[in-house]
Every structure is written in C-alpha cells, then in structure tokens.
C-alpha cells in the first residue's frame, strides 16, 4: 500500500473521529443536563466508534513500524472492516432515530445531524481503506506484511 495514498486516509480517520467525537459528547451531554432521559444508545455507539477508530489507528500505524512481528495482515484487515460495519451501522441509525423525531431544533439537534454527515464520510474512508488493504493483503498473502 503506498504511503502517500494511505497516510492522508488515516489523517482524515484522524480527525473526522475527533469530530464525532466532540459532536457526539455534546449531544450525550445535553441529554445527561436538559432532559430527563439518557442520551440515545445511537449516540453513545458513535462515541464508542470514535474511541474504537483511535484504537485502531493506534494499532494499524504504530505496530506495524515498531513491532512488526506482532503485526499479521490478516488481523489489520478485519480491524479495518470491522470499522466500516461500525461506522455504516452508526450513521444509518443514528440517521433513522432522527428522522423518527416529532421536532429536531436548536443546536443539539444540528449537532446531531452534523454526527451523521461526518460518520457517513469516516464509513466512506474506512471503506476505502479497508479496500486498499484487502487489495494489498490479498494479492501479497502471509509473506510479507503491507506496509
């Protein structure tokens, strides 16, 4: 896999996960402060899929360069998939609770609507990384890991 192709790919993982992230936080907290209710689990899987994509980036970036023994191609790909089903499920159920809403105003609710967009363009990502990977780890096998 070429460095210059998948570096800005994992950037942009980066910081749209940093995105959702604080975008998700905020809604979980206006739900925890102004409603009596907790916050939706839709919400709270976006958080966990912004923590899981920092974990992953972490183990896709940083084993393969410092121990590289421990780093099986097989293991990254599945990782990398495993983003994409976590980020499509996040974004079409959030995207679902919100169109099911009677009303949707104010700044928690473009908040909302701003997480979608933005697990939508981290589902696109992984998905082409994901595919750049498979691509990789396909046509080399277990005999050299992609770099």
């Given at each position: 896999?070429?460095?210059?192709?998948?570096l800005?790919?994992?950037?942009v993982q980066g910081?749209?996960?940093?995105?959702v992230?604080?975008?998700s936080s905020?809604?979980?907290?206006?739900?925890s402060v102004?409603t009596v209710?907790?916050s939706?689990?839709?919400?709270?899987?976006?958080?966990?899929?912004?923590l899981?994509s920092?974990?992953?980036l972490?183990?896709l970036e940083?084993?393969?360069?410092f121990l590289?023994?421990l780093?099986?191609?097989y293991?990254s790909?599945?990782?990398?998939?495993?983003?994409?089903?976590f980020?499509?499920s996040?974004f079409?159920?959030?995207?679902?609770?919100?169109?099911?809403?009677?009303?949707?105003?104010?700044?928690?609710?473009?908040?909302?609507q701003?997480?979608?967009?933005?697990?939508a363009?981290l589902?696109?990502?992984w998905t082409a990384?994901?595919?750049l990977?498979?691509k990789?780890?396909f046509?080399?096998?277990?005999?050299?890991?992609?770099a």
């Amino acid at each position: 896999m070429g460095l210059n192709i998948i570096l800005p790919l994992r950037i942009v993982q980066g910081l749209f996960a940093v995105v959702v992230l604080i975008l998700s936080s905020f809604v979980a907290h206006w739900y925890s402060v102004k409603t009596v209710i907790s916050s939706p689990s839709q919400i709270n899987f976006l958080l966990f899929g912004a923590l899981w994509s920092f974990l992953s980036l972490t183990y896709l970036e940083l084993i393969p360069r410092f121990l590289p023994r421990l780093s099986n191609p097989y293991v990254s790909l599945g990782v990398e998939f495993t983003n994409v089903l976590f980020w499509f499920s996040g974004f079409v159920s959030l995207a679902d609770f919100l169109s099911k809403l009677l009303f949707c105003r104010g700044a928690v609710c473009h908040s909302a609507q701003a997480d979608v967009a933005f697990a939508a363009m981290l589902w696109i990502v992984w998905t082409a990384s994901a595919s750049l990977r498979a691509k990789d780890v396909f046509k080399a096998g277990l005999s050299k890991p992609p770099a």
